[in-house]
């Protein structure tokens, strides 16, 4: 179908917002259709404002949507699924953390997450494509239970190495399979040939 609308791609950020040189908003300089879910003034650590928030966002698009996820935006991200029926191509869920135990100084915590809506996290099954990119050594999730949430969402599970959270802050920048991730999760999704050629190409393209 040549006249096929092209995809949007929706970044959805942790609860630290934009930050320069993290993988999202690099990646984002790389593709075409990109939206970012802007960042809250008010309630910031509310799990009911941030998904309200990605709503918006897309209850503003038309076409193909793919989100692209990273920490507790993954979890943003699913718990959107389990409230929202809009169609979704697929999701790119990177270093989701794990609320449902302690997470280190610095963090939210555990009362704090549960008081505004984070735990427990939903494990029910995706009603899209969804490709879950875990770090062997995030200090927000032991490697386990990230392999635990993949496979009760139904993600294909990748497995990007000791790569931290993969912010700035554990000294990580861009994410050079960012783009090869994304064309194989389009590869996979609804009317791949014309959407993969529109926007992401090939991995290495």
Known sequence: ???????????????????????????????????????????????????????????GLSGPVFLVAHSAGALIAVHWAQRHSRPIQG??????PDPDVPLPAGHPSPEALSDNGWVPTPRERLPFPSLVAAS?????????????????????????GEVGHLDPASGHGP???????????VRHAARPAEILAGSVGAPGG
């Open 136 to 160: 062997t050594n995030d200090p927000l999730a032991a490697y386990g239970r990230v392999v635990g949430m993949a496979r009760d969402w139904g993600s294909r599970l990748v497995v990007l």
């Open 175 to 185: 994410l050079p399979q960012g783009r090869e991730l994304l064309g194989d999760l």
């Open 1 to 59: 179908m040549a006249d096929a609308k092209p995809p949007t791609f929706v970044m959805v950020p942790g609860l630290r917002g934009h930050v320069a040189d993290h993988w999202q908003a690099l990646l984002a300089t790389e593709l075409d259709g990109v939206v970012t879910v802007p960042p809250l003034v008010r309630d910031g650590l509310s799990r009911d404002a941030r998904v309200a928030a990605l709503d918006k966002v897309l209850a």
């Open 91 to 96: 999701a790119l869920l990177v270093c989701p």
